[in-house]
């Protein structure tokens, strides 16, 4: 039995996914738009990872913050906030006045959305859903979440090629309304909030550290998760600058590398939707998952050939959504509901600020050396800091 069988989640699912395809044909299109305005690696990886940045900076404020938050409101808030800010991308495009400064800003600002998005989103499933039906839930929105990487950036290569950037920023911008309605009226599970007394900021935000800090299987899991989001997703993410620098700047190009990427990625999400591993050895399957991500990093740095550098990215988009579900679900099991939000927004702020910088390091060698240079190098430092440090947990 499946999360998909309660009708409420079903619901947000398909108008979840809807918005998720908005987001990745706008984070393809304005990365694009941003390449052809600068060909600059640095610059086209900053925009592209700035709508990710501020999560990693701001995610684990937020999260104490968003304990004590109805998170019926504060999703629907937040998602006409996202929808104004699209819409704001397309009207400038459509005024034809962006520049790199206007790009950056507005992925900078839907960034920090995201990062006051990411525990409402993180603790929303476990609202909707009972307990017994939690990890197929959380499994089945990383396959929304990937499902979208396979579609969303192949939409934005259609749209691109047949029409646009102002019809693709404008699709982009309408995926944000379908979820709405359903946010308005969808029943929700009672949640356990701190109670007033206790809502001091400083000392909630020590307890959810304390609890990463001192929890084995928590603080292992997080060193995974940095090594993988930085050395390997890192050079996932920077597509738009990779398709630029080393596949000739075709747009065709790009569609593929990121859709292949996604592919590999919404496999692995339905894989473990299936709920077919055993909580027991979940922890056996992320060094696996870290060697295939390091050796199909080393593939793309290596080749110029569009099939192995998308049977790379194949390889890698279900590598590191293996070690994201996997160490998402390990902590959701091990915490209770009056820390989840604190607990699981260092898991997104580590991810996602370890991706951003790695992303932004390898961007920024990109002007300076061969970006192939530095993709080969990302792996190698990876798996040695790996083997050192995890040895001593």
């Given at each position: 039995?499946?999360?998909?069988?309660?009708r409420?989640?079903?619901?947000y699912?398909?108008t979840?996914?809807?918005?998720?395809?908005?987001?990745?044909?706008?984070?393809?299109?304005?990365?694009?738009?941003t390449?052809?305005?600068?060909?600059?690696?640095?610059?086209t990886?900053?925009?592209?990872?700035?709508?990710?940045?501020?999560?990693?900076?701001?995610?684990?404020?937020?999260?104490?913050?968003a304990?004590?938050?109805?998170m019926?409101k504060a999703?629907?808030?937040?998602?006409?906030?996202?929808f104004?800010?699209?819409?704001?991308v397309?009207y400038?495009?459509?005024?034809?006045?962006?520049?790199?400064?206007?790009?950056?800003?507005?992925?900078?600002?839907?960034?920090?959305l995201?990062?006051?998005?990411?525990?409402?989103?993180l603790?929303?499933v476990?609202?909707?859903?009972?307990?017994?039906?939690?990890?197929?839930?959380?499994?089945?929105?990383?396959?929304?979440?990937?499902?979208s990487r396979?579609?969303g950036?192949?939409?934005?290569?259609?749209f691109i090629?047949?029409?646009?950037?102002?019809?693709?920023?404008?699709?982009?911008?309408?995926?944000?309304?379908?979820?709405?309605?359903?946010?308005?009226?969808?029943?929700?599970?009672?949640?356990?909030?701190?109670?007033?007394k206790?809502?001091n900021?400083?000392?909630?935000?020590n307890?959810g550290?304390?609890?990463?800090l001192?929890?084995?299987?928590i603080?292992?899991?997080?060193?995974v998760?940095?090594?993988?989001?930085?050395?390997?997703?890192?050079?996932?993410e920077i597509?738009?600058?990779?398709?630029?620098?080393?596949?000739?700047?075709s747009?065709?190009?790009?569609?593929i590398?990121?859709?292949?990427?996604?592919?590999?990625?919404?496999?692995s999400s339905?894989?473990?939707?299936?709920?077919?591993?055993?909580?027991?050895?979940?922890?056996n399957?992320?060094f696996?998952m870290?060697?295939?991500?390091?050796?199909?990093?080393?593939?793309?740095?290596?080749t110029?050939?569009?099939?192995?550098i998308s049977?790379?990215f194949?390889?890698?988009?279900?590598?590191?959504?293996?070690?994201g579900?996997?160490?998402?679900?390990?902590?959701q099991?091990?915490?209770?509901?009056?820390?989840r939000?604190?607990?699981?927004?260092?898991w997104?702020?580590?991810s996602?600020?370890?991706?951003?910088?790695?992303?932004?390091?390898?961007?920024?060698?990109?002007e300076?050396?061969?970006?192939?240079f530095?993709?080969?190098?990302?792996?190698?430092i990876?798996f040695?800091?790996?083997r050192y440090?995890?040895?001593?947990?």
């Amino acid at each position: 039995m499946t999360a998909l069988s309660y009708r409420p989640f079903l619901i947000y699912f398909i108008t979840n996914s809807i918005s998720l395809l908005g987001l990745w044909v706008q984070k393809i299109g304005v990365g694009w738009l941003t390449w052809h305005l600068t060909e600059s690696t640095f610059w086209t990886s900053f925009v592209t990872l700035a709508l990710m940045a501020p999560a990693g900076v701001l995610g684990p404020i937020f999260a104490v913050w968003a304990e004590n938050w109805d998170m019926r409101k504060a999703s629907i808030i937040l998602k006409i906030l996202m929808f104004i800010l699209a819409s704001s991308v397309w009207y400038l495009q459509f005024l034809e006045l962006h520049s790199v400064y206007s790009l950056a800003l507005l992925s900078i600002f839907h960034g920090i959305l995201s990062a006051m998005y990411h525990p409402v989103r993180l603790v929303f499933v476990s609202v909707i859903v009972k307990k017994n039906l939690l990890g197929s839930a959380i499994g089945l929105n990383s396959v929304s979440f990937n499902a979208s990487r396979v579609i969303g950036p192949s939409l934005a290569g259609f749209f691109i090629f047949f029409f646009n950037l102002e019809i693709t920023f404008l699709i982009s911008a309408f995926s944000y309304l379908p979820i709405l309605p359903f946010l308005l009226f969808v029943p929700l599970r009672e949640r356990k909030s701190i109670k007033k007394k206790e809502s001091n900021f400083i000392k909630n935000f020590n307890e959810g550290l304390k609890i990463v800090l001192e929890t084995k299987v928590i603080l292992e899991s997080l060193f995974v998760v940095f090594i993988n989001a930085f050395f390997i997703r890192g050079i996932l993410e920077i597509q738009p600058t990779i398709a630029g620098e080393i596949l000739l700047g075709s747009s065709t190009n790009l569609s593929i590398i990121t859709a292949t990427a996604g592919i590999g990625a919404l496999s692995s999400s339905i894989w473990m939707s299936k709920g077919k591993i055993e909580q027991f050895n979940l922890k056996n399957i992320l060094f696996p998952m870290l060697i295939v991500g390091f050796i199909s990093s080393l593939f793309i740095g290596f080749t110029n050939n569009l099939i192995v550098i998308s049977g790379s990215f194949l390889l890698m988009g279900f590598s590191t959504t293996m070690i994201g579900i996997t160490t998402q679900t390990i902590i959701q099991l091990d915490v209770n509901d009056k820390y989840r939000a604190r607990v699981l927004t260092w898991w997104s702020s580590i991810s996602f600020g370890s991706l951003t910088l790695g992303g932004i390091i390898l961007g920024l060698a990109g002007e300076f050396f061969p970006i192939k240079f530095g993709i080969v190098c990302m792996p190698i430092i990876g798996f040695i800091l790996y083997r050192y440090y995890y040895l001593k947990f």
